[in-house]
């Protein structure tokens, strides 16, 4: 579902008729041009405004509804694993988050977020790291997702609605993320997510004022691995989060 937010409309007629000489028409008629050569710009004034104005309306951003859906095993398999409590003494095995850490060192920390309303219009991926979300005391959060993009290089690949491969600042390659594919999970009780490598995600977005998140990733996961798209910038669409 979309909600679009158009611009009003700009009304010429309107805007000449004023009787204040601070209207560019009347200050035009004012000036004594002489048969009608006032007139003449004052319509190019109001072309030139009119013209403006689409301009504006043009680069407002859409804004796009997304329905929570609750984070399962297999409603979030394309983006990665939510793993849950299990008993002591259970073997590893595939219910167990699936980890690839070996590109660095491993960073495992308590990460205090505040102020994160259900809206987004950015979204990253790592290339080199399984990152790994969950909050502390099972706050209910949120997180927008989509499948990861990385392609072996910039020469081949190209999304199904004609986008074409980025290089990352990282040095991969990467299709940027298509707004349609866009989806958003909550996350309840004391889950945590495991994201694949690669996948893009937008969060944690949660209802209450601050929540404490842990956090795995590499040590140097937000500084050389951390590649982030611009739905507002380069698509014109921004997200709010519906639950």
Known sequence: MQAIRPGRACR?????????????????RS??????????????????????????????ARVVALQAVEATPESF???????????????FGRHDAQLDLSRGIPRFYIMRLEKRPLEFCTITHHASVTQCLGSIGGEDWYLGVAKPSIVEDGTHGQGGDGRKPVQSRAGHYYLPPDPAEVCVFRVSGTKFLKLHIGTWHAGPQFKADAVDFYNLELSNTNIVDHTTHDFK???????????
Not at 12 to 23: K, T
Not at 33 to 40: A, D, E, H, I, P
Not at 233 to 243: G, L, N, P
Request: proline share 3%.
């Open 12 to 28: 010429i007629g309107r805007f000449c008729r004023r009787d204040a000489v601070s209207s560019p028409c009347q200050a035009l």
């Open 31 to 60: 000036s004594g041009s002489g048969k009608g050569g006032g007139g003449v710009r004052c319509a190019k004034a109001a072309a030139r405004s009119v013209e403006a104005m689409e301009a504006v309306k043009e680069e407002e």
């Open 77 to 91: 398999a394309p983006f990665g694993q939510v793993i849950a409590a299990t008993s002591d003494g259970d073997e």
């Open 233 to 243: 910038k380069d698509d014109r669409v921004t997200f709010v989060i519906e639950d």
